[in-house]
């Protein structure tokens, strides 16, 4: 693509360069919508393994770069919602082991979501408790060498077909975010309850724990540690939200260059409309002030500062309500057009709804920003 100018910014590097190079070969040949959203998943996770790409967001090394999982999202999610989904899972539903697992957890799990061949989940939301993490009540209590997990989990991704779970439970060291803790859970221990329908499908389900029993050797990290466990994945996933909202957008926008120059409109191009050039010239500035936020998160959390929270915050918010915005006005460029189940602007409207809510609500983030800004004030 013509627009590709911002890989040349200083927040990346050669390498980065040739991985982008790579993650575009892969997603050029992709279509932007599936049927079978269960089936499509399973078969892109295994793609994106087999071409190497999983490696970004489930590194042999441990060292998950966030540059190359934006790099990726971005891209992925201009041309798939479904790529970009199925490449983020292996590393959200595995970033807690990445970070903080034993090796032999590692070795056990790792290898396979790597590959694309078991898909991974992260199960942290629960019916009463999404955007306050601290009041779970899905509990772990310890019976000698094991724990025994009950609960319910929901707005699982990739729940239902998931081989590896990320679960989060409530071990009681203290109240509230000081008494959770994490474990691995293997898929079948997972009695899925519902499966979820969403505007732009892709798997999802409410599950249930019911007296599941896991070694205390699949626990991850230290009990009691579970909330700051899940923080600082998200640190890591929430800037690459930003990141595939990114992409959406860069998507919007292309729809809407191409239908402004190709559509006549009293005439002349529908482009020499006041109001259609603000539109793209709105939409250009939202691209590029998403991509400068997000990838400062990215290079700022690779220099090794330990809490980006602010920074991703402000990635994940503006990213996807620009992304909301973009994909908005392509649609209403479109007349008509804009609204007729299955075209590409009402898919890519449909695509980019859930972004604001998922890994943190735009609301949540404002709290994070805002929270930020009087420490820093204070401190
Ligand atoms: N990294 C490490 N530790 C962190 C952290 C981070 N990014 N953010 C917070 N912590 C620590 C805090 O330092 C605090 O530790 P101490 O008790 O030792 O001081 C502890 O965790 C509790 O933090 P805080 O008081 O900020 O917790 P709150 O209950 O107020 O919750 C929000 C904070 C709302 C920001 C959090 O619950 C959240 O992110 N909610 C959205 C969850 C979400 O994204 N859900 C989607 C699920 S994935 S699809």
Redesign the pocket.
């Known amino acids: 693509m013509a627009d590709r100018d911002f890989l040349r910014w200083p927040f990346l590097e050669d390498a980065h360069r040739d991985f982008a190079a790579r993650v575009e070969a892969f997603a050029a040949t992709l279509p932007a919508h599936h049927d079978d959203a269960d089936a499509a998943t399973r078969d892109l996770a295994r793609a994106l393994g087999e071409a190497g790409l999983l490696a970004a967001a489930v590194p042999e090394d441990g060292r998950l770069e966030v540059r190359k999982l934006c790099l990726a999202r971005d891209i992925l999610a201009r041309h798939s919602g479904l790529a970009d989904f199925a490449f983020a899972m292996q590393g959200l539903g595995t970033g807690a082991i990445t970070l903080f697992g034993s090796d032999e957890l590692k070795a056990r799990v790792l290898p396979g979501v790597r590959a694309g061949t078991t898909l991974a989940a992260?199960a942290?939301?629960e019916p009463e408790a999404?955007?306050?993490?601290?009041a779970m009540a899905t509990t772990a209590t310890r019976d000698g060498e094991h724990w025994v997990l009950d609960g319910e989990k929901t707005?699982i991704s990739n729940g239902g077909i998931a081989g590896s779970y990320v679960v989060f439970a409530r071990s009681g060291e203290a109240p509230?975010?000081?008494g959770l803790s994490c474990f691995w859970v293997p898929g079948e221990a997972m009695r899925v309850v519902e499966r979820i329908h969403t505007a732009a499908p892709h798997p999802l389900a409410r599950l249930a724990l019911d007296g599941v029993r896991v070694p205390d050797a699949h626990r991850i990290g230290v009990p009691g540690d579970g909330?700051?466990i899940a923080?600082?994945v998200?640190?890591v996933f929430r800037s690459t939200v930003g990141a595939a909202a990114l992409g959406f957008a860069r998507r919007g926008l292309d729809l809407l260059l191409k239908r402004a120059t190709t559509r006549r409109l009293f005439g002349a191009p529908l482009f020499e409309q006041g109001q259609v050039q603000a539109a793209i010239a709105d939409a250009a500035m939202d691209v590029e002030a998403s991509a400068l936020l997000v990838y400062r998160a990215a290079w700022l959390k690779d220099q090794g500062t330990p809490?980006v929270?602010r920074e991703a915050s402000m990635a994940k918010l503006h990213a996807t309500e620009a992304a909301f915005r973009v994909a908005d006005a392509a649609a209403q460029f479109h007349g008509g057009l804009g609204v007729v189940a299955g075209s590409a602007p009402e898919l890519l409207t449909r695509e980019v709804r859930a972004l604001r809510v998922?890994?943190?609500a735009s609301e949540?983030q404002r709290?994070?920003i805002a929270r930020a800004e009087r420490d820093r004030r204070a401190g």
């Open positions: 992260f942290l939301s999404g955007s306050d993490v601290a707005w509230g975010a000081r909330f700051r923080m600082s998200l640190d809490r929270s998922y890994e943190g949540i709290v994070v």
